[in-house]
């Protein structure tokens, strides 16, 4: 019988974490508290390192890697948003949006570690390591896709907020459009980099895990596009053909499209992707 008490405690502790992390980014942003803008980015590491050993606990406890079931998918998911953040964050030296990105992270884990179960036995081609890798990196893809699309929505709403002549929370808060423009670009290179990765490790994996599959599965061709897509728009916002509100747009319309291709197509069209 595999010990799971640690695993057990750490699936507790988690969303206690991820929920004192979004008050002290909360705490940081609306009250302009002096400790919580000190020790968020702090708390923010811990938590993200805390969350990486669980999923390692769980890899080497249950032998497979922790996305066979929607609810590890859902705490792989919230670690990819924080970490993604993380980077973003560092990155960009800007760290006043923490709670609104930080949210889905403590949501996404809650769900998780409300309903997860854990599973002895599963196929053997969702104990490849390649598994692994190919969906943990295309879910750090998604993450940073829905990240940038949380900074076109905060772009747009400061935009219009200036436009209007509206000098609220909004304005005082957040960082300067130039800033937030800025950190939308990181997310779209990291969502860009993720999916690269986890398309390659798709294709390394996929004629060893299935005896038939087709490449142009509708889910292989959706991510295809979406990456297609984010490689045309760096290419375009470097070379100055889009910037500004065409390119948060954009991330906007990118979200969507990774999201139709997470449930609807993942769900009723393609082939092989319906146990993830």
Aim: without cysteine; charged residues 10%; positive net charge.
């Amino acid at each position: 019988m595999r010990d799971t008490i640690g695993i057990t405690i750490l699936n507790i502790a988690l969303p206690v974490l991820y929920f004192a992390l979004v008050w002290a980014y909360g705490k940081a942003f609306f009250s302009d508290a002096s400790w919580a803008k000190k020790w968020k980015s702090t708390l923010l590491a811990v938590v993200v390192l805390f969350h990486l050993f669980y999923l390692f606990l769980r890899t080497i406890t249950f032998d497979h890697p922790p996305v066979t079931t929607v609810y590890e998918i859902l705490s792989v998911l919230a670690f990819a948003v924080a970490a993604a953040y993380a980077v973003i964050e560092r990155q960009s030296k800007a760290k006043e949006t923490g709670y609104f990105i930080l949210n889905l992270s403590f949501f996404f884990q809650l769900i998780s570690s409300l309903f997860i179960r854990d599973l002895l036995e599963v196929p053997q081609i969702l104990r490849s390591n390649w598994f692994g890798l190919h969906i943990a990196s295309a879910l750090i893809g998604y993450a940073s896709i829905t990240i940038s699309a949380v900074y076109g929505l905060l772009y747009l709403m400061l935009y219009h907020e200036i436009k209007a002549n509206r000098f609220g929370v909004i304005y005082k808060k957040l960082p300067n459009l130039e800033t937030l423009e800025r950190m939308n670009l990181i997310a779209i290179i990291l969502a860009f980099s993720s999916l690269t990765f986890a398309i390659l490790a798709g294709f390394i994996w996929l004629p060893y895990a299935f005896a038939s599959f087709s490449y142009a599965d509708p889910k292989l061709l959706g991510t295809a596009a979406l990456w297609l897509l984010y490689g045309v728009g760096i290419i375009a916002r470097q070379k100055g053909s889009i910037r500004g509100r065409t390119i948060m747009a954009l991330s906007i319309v990118a979200f969507f499209i990774a999201l139709f291709s997470m449930s609807v197509i993942n769900l009723f069209f393609s082939g092989f992707h319906r146990f993830s």
